[in-house]
């Protein structure tokens, strides 16, 4: 598998780091509904079969964070940006 | 169906092996059961096998989409222990290596189960004293373990690499009674067996929705229409969520791919199991004399039953790091199952989230050791409405309680088991 990144071009999957789905976002401490949050946020998964949003860090390359859309079926890559918002390639 | 016996053997040698029967009827669905299990792997199997067996529950379907063992109970590397560390986890792994030593006895089925002992190899001191811990943990609770020092261990395995200055061996803890047993032939015991006591097994019959009564689940769809049944039990693997999913459920799992080798035959050389303890690779010897050996999942989500080369290459040089003379093998065949990871590497059997419905699943890379325990604490489970003492840690609102069972203290990431 090799993933294209925005900087660095065509690389083999080994340069990278993976974290899992881009979804789950970091709940807000101090809600009333923390716990349930916080357990969702860290436990649970969508685990879909087809496209994912995915973060990997290109840990052997600019080690930036990258959103890559993968389809966990066949490991086709139709889109790869960099994780923050508003980041381009230079 | 007639039990197997030395008289079977020999009345159908006479009559030209002529008079085999086959081992399960392909069953046709019924319009409704009392209880169906969704998944006719190992696990699944043996779920209905016990649940006739020890509970009396004759009216049971087990559904498999393709044919029963086309999942991973057909392609494991077929290791089984006990060597565990932890309360919630060691009990349970010690009552399946029981289950194991009496299985073909009890299935009248030669499940070809050959305690050749395992040794895990320690490279510091730390880890000596690790295994130490885990060696103490399992005779606390009832297994066999022995704490084998460097030279012990080369009078076992004296094609192992010693001197490797980055990964000397020290020593190994080793478990006698661990081994490996014929993968298909464990699920073949388990079909006929089961079906012996009337449990319907219905292949290439694909479960593709649920039948709901409010909360309910009161049966499934299929590919060969519905079926009603009072409880349903999922015994997918890889495939959890993708069902869980048509009920609105997320599930603390991750499917991964995990790939698994074999080399060339060769003369008896690898006298039981070997694991690498500072990388991950493991190899035995099969009976054919290949080496078949494994490593790390890919590491990423996958439904693709196929792996990639990184791990290929990570197995290589773990392989080559305590083995090298794997260098000068040829490997015949890869191949990649489907496992369902867990976000604390270990199982989940329990009744619920929804009433009707009964989970085993999160098996990680390691269920093929559990099915004889799986399918009879699931049974027990899924008959009494209730976990068993021996799966009572093995509960789904573990993540949500803080009681997570982390075997290899890793933490909440099903990419790093
Ligand atoms: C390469 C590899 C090596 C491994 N090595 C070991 C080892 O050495 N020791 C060990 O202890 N464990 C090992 N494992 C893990 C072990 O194989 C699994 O944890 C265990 O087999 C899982 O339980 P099972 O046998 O019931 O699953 P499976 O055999 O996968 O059974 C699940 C069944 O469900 C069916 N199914 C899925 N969806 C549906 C549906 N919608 N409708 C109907 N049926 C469906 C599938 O077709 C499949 O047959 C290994 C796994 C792999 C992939
Ligand atoms: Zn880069």
């Known amino acids: 598998m090799r993933i294209t990144c925005p900087y660095c071009g065509a690389r083999s999957s080994h340069e990278f780091a993976y974290l899992g789905d881009a979804a789950p976002t970091r709940p807000d401490p101090s809600a009333p509904d ?9 436990y649970e998964r969508d ?38 918002a508003g980041e381009s390639a230079r | 169906m007639s039990r197997y016996s030395v008289l079977s053997l020999i009345a159908n040698a006479l009559t030209g092996q002529t008079g085999w029967k086959p081992a399960w009827r392909d069953a046709t669905p019924k319009p409704a059961y009392e209880v169906i299990i969704v998944g006719g792997g190992g696990h699944g199997l043996a779920t209905a096998y016990y649940l006739a ?19 991973n109970a057909g392609r494991n590397t077929t290791i089984i222990r006990s060597n565990y560390l932890l309360p919630g986890n060691e009990p349970f792994y010690e009552w399946s290596m029981k289950l194991w030593e009496g299985l073909e006895q009890d299935l009248n089925y030669n499940a070809m ?97 649920f039948i709901r009564e409010g909360d309910a689940v009161v049966g499934v769809e299929t590919t060969r229409g519905s079926i009603r049944a009072g ?72 439904y693709a039953q196929r792996g990639n080369l990184p791990v290929v290459e990570d197995v290589a040089e773990g392989g080559m790091a305590v083995m090298p003379l794997i260098g000068r093998l040829r490997m015949l065949r890869a191949w990649g199952g489907l496992v369902d990871m867990s976000m604390d590497g270990s199982p989940i ?57 982390d075997e290899k203290g890793v933490g909440a990431q099903p990419n790093l088991h």
């Open chain 2, 53 to 71: 067996k020890e509970h009396g529950i004759r009216n049971i379907a087990v559904l498999e989409k393709a044919h029963i063992g086309s999942g």
């Open chain 2, 113 to 209: 189960v050959s305690q050749r002992g395992i040794i895990n190899l320690f490279h510091s001191d730390g880890q000596r004293d690790a295994y130490a811990r885990r060696g103490n943990a399992m005779r606390l609770a009832g297994a066999d373990s022995q704490l084998l020092d460097r030279e012990q261990v080369r009078a076992l395995c004296p094609f192992l690499d010693f001197d490797n200055s980055r990964f000397p061996i020290k020593g190994g803890l080793m478990q006698a009674r661990a081994g490996t047993a014929r993968h298909d032939a464990v699920v073949w015991g388990y079909a006929r067996a089961a079906d012996r006591l009337g449990v319907d097994i219905v292949q290439n019959c694909e479960v593709t929705g």
């Open chain 2, 349 to 405: 059997i329990d009744v619920g989230p929804l009433p009707g419905l009964y989970l085993n699943t999160g098996w990680n890379y390691g269920g093929f050791k559990a099915t004889p325990a799986s399918g009879w604490c699931f049974a027990h489970t899924i008959a009494k409405d209730a976990a068993h003492a021996l799966n009572s840690a093995f509960r789904l609102d573990r993540f949500r309680s803080g009681h997570i069972i």
């Open chain 1, 34 to 42: 923390a716990a349930e949050a916080f357990h969702a946020y860290v």
């Open chain 2, 231 to 302: 409880k349903v039990g999922l015994a997918v693997a890889g495939s959890t969520s993708r069902l869980t999913r048509l009920l609105d459920l997320r599930l603390p799992i991750e499917s991964h791919a995990l790939q698994a080798f074999v080399s060339e035959g060769l003369k008896p050389l690898v006298p039981g199991v070997i694991t690498f303890g500072m990388g991950h690779f493991y190899v035995s010897q099969s009976d054919k004399g290949g080496l078949v050996f494994g490593g790390d999942i890919d590491g990423y989500n996958s």
């Open chain 1, 47 to 84: 685990n879909p079969a087809g496209p994912l949003d995915e973060l990997w860090y290109h840990s052997a390359g600019c080690r930036r964070w990258l959103k890559v859309t993968r389809d966990t079926r066949t490991h086709a890559i139709t889109a790869v940006a960099f994780a923050e």
